[in-house]
């Protein structure tokens, strides 16, 4: 069932009857996120034996449609929402469930799990919507493809707990819930008040995957990122993490940000470490005072000389964490969640989480986070959050509201960022959560972008964006070039590999230039000067997917932005056959002739057979390309360009 609820400690049962249904005029009075620009029909049901009225509002968007409950207690006695979802839908036929979960450094990826009797269910319980089963997936008939069959697409506005189910019944209705996890979930109702669940999303499309994703695309960016940011070009990213991690001085990152400039980055991030005395991640967190040995002009200092060389300048912080040593902590012990029976806090990389439920808490993340951007030219925040909610227990909470924990986490992590976007709107916000860990259409309406993943493996990053594709367009997500071998799982690969799988993402950089050779100082300039030409088309383009990591050794896909193309093909492995098939292109005009040039080319030179050459728009979607491949981790990026006629 979708509802479950207790009155007097007894399950009840529920009733509702029609009363009436209204097109609403203007947006709906709501407390939570919803997806802007949509025409609301609400529905309204009465149960008159529990008195309970039920709100059920139908969204509208030009490639998606939502749906959410609002529950409103008419009674006298109070009721407790035990489950609450956004949505129970029953859809006829056979159906595959395709989610794109995984975990800490091996985020997104793309599992397939035939819908039968026995109900699947995937589950966030962590209070984060979490890099281990995210809120987004679809459902595929059975003969989906690319771009025929059909597929169904759900996704939720919101970053907590979640829970999905697809279960087939008898009669053959395959029946999706989607919404808040009833773990630890436990809302005390009062008599006159209201519950209201996240808003879910849903599409439908016959052109297949390749459908749903564009419907997607299309929703996240009229729909969900902040205006202020639709059709603006994303800076390239130098993130100081990889290179330098807690080790810095201001005389170093001013060299570091010269070298970066040198190479065409744009924006200059300063990671962990820049407070209190955090030299590890063992303390500080909580203490937003400037580290003045490291930095002893300041972030005002550091960010109008990085300003000056043509830099903008961003900053990391993890205001929802606490290290109990920490100026902070040892202020406000009561500040942080703790066991609600009073067992020795568990701590995750050494620190807890802030009771967000808290006003005084939200009220000093907001100041804290606040005065930072006034005090310095920071145009740019990587919001981090590496804890999650182990031991739930909020000192602020009285006893019969601690069920509401989960939730009301989540709705002071919103008001925070509200707060702080609308104070700041010319402030990029990133969402990261130990890597990918808040990949989730409730974090897109104040951030907009994420962390991928900490893991920066090219070749296990292309699984990842793979999947990311599905829900997501590019502009949202941070693919940054790092070292070889790779810091997280010693895998060697070449640095135009590298490049080519993140150039079809938001590009950064996050290598030590000093530990660079000439020829990759060279390379990535070049590089990066290509991806600035190539960035309307990266970034604001429709994705075609064109070969499948999951399925063959070569990965391709392809981004379309009005007359322009860039194509991506990674080789995941040696070729071991002698003919390697055509790469069929997708998306452009058939009649029109096209200019196809390899880009980002190194010491092998071109390996299409295309390369340099005008070709008709047929050719390349009927006939393809073929590429010489041969060894494990080559690539192409190629720019395929409209001849005027
Ligand atoms: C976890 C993030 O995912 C990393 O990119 C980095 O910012 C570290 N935190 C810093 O502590």
Redesign the pocket.
Known sequence: SPMELLQNGAPISTEFHYTGCEALKSAHPSALPASRGQTVLAVYLEDSAAKLRLTLLYGVLPTVFTRRAILENCGDTPVSIRKLMSTSTDIPGDWTLHTFSGGWIAEMQHTETPVTMARTCLESTTGASSSRANPGFLLAAPDAAETAGEVCGFNLLYSGSHYLSAQKSLQGLTRVMHGISPANFNWELAPGERFETPEAVMAWSDAGFGGITDCFGRYVNEALIPPYWKNRPRPIVYNS?EGCMFDFTEAKLLRLGKLAKQLGCELFVL??GWFGKRDS?TSSLGDYSVNTKKLPNGLKGLGEKLNAMGLQFGL?FEPESVSPDSELYRRHPDWALHDSLGRTDLLGRHQLLLDLTKPEVRDYIVESVGGILDSAPISYV?W?C?RKISDPGSPWLDACHQGNLSIDYVRGYESILDTLAAEFPAVTFQA?S??GGRADYGTMRRHHEF?TS?NTDACERVFMQWGIGHLFPAITMAAHVTASPNHQTGRVTPLKFRFDVAMSGRLGFELQPRDMTKEEVEFSKRALAEYKRIRPVVQFGDLYRLSSPYESRVAALMYVHEKRAVVFAWLMDKWLADSPPPLRLKGLNPAARYLVREINLDENGPLANVHERVLGGDYLMDFGIRINWKNAFQSVCMEVTEMVR
Request: charged letters at 45%; proline letters at 0%.
């Open positions: 993490w990671d962990d991640d990391w990587k981090d590496n990261c130990s890597g962390w900490d």
